[in-house]
């Protein structure tokens, strides 16, 4: 077990000898020789749609099975959120040394102050891009902490600052409440731009899952306000319409880390009895996509948010926005927080953050 995890474990009183034990064991397991796990999968390889899922994803859907974790949708907001602390320590690589960090505070809605990371790779270009990044977790959980290895990855590979924004969490905080604090970011950042050596005119946008979801809002929102505008927006297996009946979302329902019942179990802690078919929350159902900024949208192939993912991409493009489209066809949702337990999720961090990285510059 890696001094991290020991560390965060014993951290919280709420860790006992079970989850402590758990977690070694787990940790063990998880990081067994490539080519072990790659000769179990071969006895007996899940294929689906077309598609071969990763051994080393085989191998950690089997590991989180045999845990018989509750499902999320029977446990509190707490208590999801440290079951995704605990999986997000086991599952994440090492730290980039050569990347610094920097903790900052930005004045929010409301006399909220909402903490940021700043992520310097080393050698950066002074002016540098900016890439604001929104963490996923289903607007209920993560944190700096649960994205903080791939952060570090995003800046050293795009080869710019990377701001981390610890928007404020449902149930506490629901609808619009993440919106407002991604916003009070992307001014904050563009108002301090010289201070922060950020080249004002290329700051991106960028998110995982529900953080994926925010970063297209914005910049909708962004659009329509005027002013200065996100040069890109990088959505990672983002969440784009809650009300989408696609042929992922049956195939992938269930079995493959993010389900149907967790994703509604985030949708009612954020959404409440809002309309669902509200372009703030469902970013496909703008009136129009046209003037947006460019994008790189990344799915993984088993994730039920797939087919949502790329339906946007392809909107995006039929409206005259460039969007491209990268899909890691063995890859499940989530997949930046392992990257240090699945080979194939660590390479695809770095090959879509050196795609967005020139997306950025062009």
């Not at 899940?46 to 949708?73: C, H, N, S, Y």
């Amino acid at each position: 077990m890696t001094d991290a995890l020991r560390r965060r474990l014993k951290a919280d009183p709420e860790y006992g000898f079970k989850d402590r034990a758990t977690a070694a064991v787990a940790h063990r397991l998880l990081r067994l020789p490539k080519a072990v796990v790659q000769r179990m999968a071969a006895i007996a390889p899940v294929q689906l749609d077309g598609q071969t899922l990763d051994p080393q994803v085989q191998w950690l859907l089997q590991i989180q099975a045999r845990a018989k974790l509750p499902p999320f949708e029977d446990l509190s907001p707490a208590d999801a959120r440290r079951q995704t602390c605990m999986f997000g320590t086991i599952a994440e690589g090492l730290p980039d040394p050569d990347v610094s960090t920097t903790e900052l505070v930005c004045s929010g809605p409301h006399g909220v102050d909402i903490p940021v990371r700043v992520y310097r790779p080393a050698n950066h270009a002074v002016p540098a891009p900016a890439i604001l990044y929104f963490h996923g977790g289903g607007y209920v959980t993560g944190s700096l902490d649960s994205h903080d290895v791939a952060c570090r990855l995003v800046a050293r590979e795009a080869e710019a600052i990377v701001i981390a924004v610890d928007y404020r969490l449902a149930p506490e905080h629901p609808f619009p409440a993440a919106i407002e604090d991604g916003k009070a970011v992307f001014e904050w950042v563009t108002n301090q731009a010289e201070g922060l050596g950020v080249d004002a005119d290329r700051i991106g946008l960028a998110g995982d899952s529900a953080g994926g979801n925010l970063s297209a809002v914005l910049c909708g929102i962004l659009h329509d306000a005027g002013g200065l505008q996100p040069r890109a927006q990088f959505l990672i297996y983002p969440s784009i319409d809650p009300l989408a009946e696609t042929e992922s979302r049956t195939l992938f329902a269930d079995g493959f880390l993010l389900t149907e019942d967790m994703k509604e179990w985030f949708n009612a802690h954020y959404m409440g009895a809002h309309d669902r078919a509200d372009p703030l929350l469902a970013p496909l159902r703008r009136p129009t996509l046209a003037g947006l900024p460019k994008a790189l949208v990344v799915t993984a192939g088993f994730d039920l948010l797939r087919d949502e993912g790329e339906a946007y991409a392809q909107a995006l493009n039929t409206a005259g926005v460039s969007a491209i489209v990268r899909r890691f066809e063995g890859l499940i949702h989530g997949f930046v927080q392992c990257t240090g337990i699945v080979d194939a999720a660590h390479d695809a961090v770095i090959e879509s953050s050196r795609t967005f990285g020139k997306l950025l510059r062009r």
